[in-house]
């Protein structure tokens, strides 16, 4: 079973990563519309301020004498527009009511600031007044004049996003139909749940590159059993939207979005893609190099105790299955005795993980002195910095497992091997040995690689030294 498992040598490096670094597919025109609506509400703000100055009571004021002055009632409307997220697309964009509160607020906040600065010379009542129905009036007018526009070129065919629909035959009108109805994105092609399978991954990837396609819409019944696909999505810069059905579960990456009356759920792609993971990478290294540096002299004297403790070799090295199946040697300071791996078959049956996927035992009498101690502060696992320096494996990431463990593995369980191989993770943070059923490690393995992303591996970094220095759950 498990030889079915091994890839070819061509895969990508990690689920999380990309085939090269590249922008965001509709970058650009997401760019230019969130520009032109900024330059229109730019535009529409200065002619109410100058509006309301020439019509408004007469006021000896810098506010109306200094052209600075208008840069900063610029910025801070349109500073309170963008972060209540009205340059966002869809129907925020349209958010007449919230523009008109943003602007409102906006003009609150230029009178705080003018009371502070000079309370006696602002502008007279009537000018802010003026400027204030102005503004409103002119911004909502803006808006409803690009929304007006982009709706004609749209009803042309124009002005489209490229979307490839991945459902099944009894569900592919329906969501045709939704699609369309948006009236905003151009179906370029459309697939049944089996393009997702494995076999034909590369090769749909590789489809959707060649077209340029930005989002991609899957219903919930193609994608309930490939949920780690949404890695290969977020990964080849596509944003992905799944159209849920009545059971449908909430993604933990995902966001909550309506396409027309229908609930969508959105994984957003990154800007630029493959960067988070390349940051993780660097991290890696950086952090790999300066420990082992910092921690030379602790490596000698750990070695020292070990030669004085039991005969053997210094360091244990052991055949580890990692990323993609593929076996390499993961190194540790030797914490047993010289003839441990051929003693285990001995102790099979004392094994208390019980589903005996896992070995493990706690008061194993193949541990030497130094061994108990070094495992209690996990000081044992230290030379894998080297085994992080040579891009075998990653700080954080699920732990790899003996060919032993993985022979025992369950179709479900090989989602593991989509992604580096870690010394810590959130597996080992959440109890550690004292977890007694390999399924619920697992689910935990599969929690980290469905949310993870940067602030979780440094989460998990801090967690695993304070688990480290209490000794929670180390035998």
């Known amino acids: 079973m ?31 519309r969130v520009v032109t609506l900024i330059l229109l509400d ?17 006021l000896q004021s810098p506010w109306t004498q200094n052209r600075s002055f208008l840069l900063l009632v610029i910025t801070v409307e349109i500073g309170v527009i963008a972060v209540k997220g009205l340059y966002h697309p869809g129907k925020h964009r349209r958010n007449y009511l919230g523009l008109i509160q943003a602007i409102s607020l ?11 600065y000079e309370p006696e010379t602002y502008v007279s009542r009537s000018t802010f007044l003026i400027f204030w129905v102005f503004s409103i009036a002119l911004v909502c007018l803006s808006r409803l004049w690009i929304d007006v526009a982009i709706k004609v070129v749209r009803e042309k065919g124009a002005v489209r996003y490229p979307v490839f ?7 592919k009108q329906q969501h045709i139909q939704l699609i369309e109805k948006e009236k905003c994105y151009a179906v370029q092609g459309i697939s049944d749940s089996s393009c997702l399978d494995r076999s034909n991954r590369k090769a749909t990837f590789e489809y959707l590159r060649k077209e340029g396609i930005v989002e991609a819409f899957v219903s919930w019944s193609a994608i309930k059993n490939r949920l780690y696909v949404c890695w290969h999505f977020h990964s080849a810069g596509i944003i992905l939207q799944i159209l849920p059905t009545k059971n449908e579960v909430h993604h933990p990456k995902s966001v909550f979005w309506m396409i027309g009356e229908t609930p969508c759920l959105t994984i957003p792609a990154p800007i630029i893609t493959g960067s988070d993971f390349w940051v993780k990478r660097c991290f890696d290294l950086v952090c790999s190099i300066i420990l082992i540096t910092l921690l030379s002299p602790i490596y000698l004297f750990i070695a020292i105790l070990i030669k004085l403790d039991s005969p053997g070799p210094i360091f244990f090295k052991q055949n580890r299955i ?4 593929k076996k390499f040697k993961m ?55 080297f085994n992080v320096l040579l891009g075998e494996m990653s700080l954080v990431g699920p732990r790899p497992l003996p060919l032993r463990d993985v022979e025992k593995f369950q179709t479900m369980h090989f989602i593991r091997q989509e992604v580096l191989p870690g010394i810590t993770g959130l597996w ?18 599969i929690t980290y690689i469905e949310n993870w992303a940067l602030w979780l591996d440094l989460k ?12 929670t759950g180390a035998y």
Not at 42 to 58: D, E, H, K, R
Not at 345 to 354: S, V
């Open 428 to 445: 080992q943070v959440s109890g550690r040995s004292d977890i007694e059923n390999f399924e619920e490690g697992v689910k935990l393995d």
């Open 322 to 325: 990692g990323l993609h199946c």
């Open 331 to 385: 190194w540790k300071f030797r914490t047993m005795v010289v003839n441990a791996e051929k003693l285990q078959a001995d102790l099979e049956a004392k094994n208390e993980i019980k589903d005996g996927v896992l070995f493990k035992l706690k008061n194993d009498p193949r541990v030497t002195r130094v061994g108990k101690f070094l495992r209690s502060y996990s000081l044992d696992e230290l030379p894998q910095l």
């Open 165 to 171: 629909l991945i459902t099944d035959a009894e569900d």
């Open 2 to 32: 498990f030889s079915k498992f091994i890839p070819a040598v061509n895969l990508q490096p990690d689920l999380r990563s990309a085939r090269g670094t590249r922008i965001q597919k509709g970058l650009s025109i997401r760019l230019i």
């Open 42 to 58: 730019i535009i529409s703000v200065s002619l109410a301020w100058n509006f309301a100055v020439f019509n408004g009571t007469p």
């Open 460 to 471: 998990i970094l801090l967690k695993t030294i304070r688990v480290v220095l209490q000794k």
């Open 106 to 116: 906006s003009e609150c906040l230029l009178l705080l600031v003018a009371f502070l």
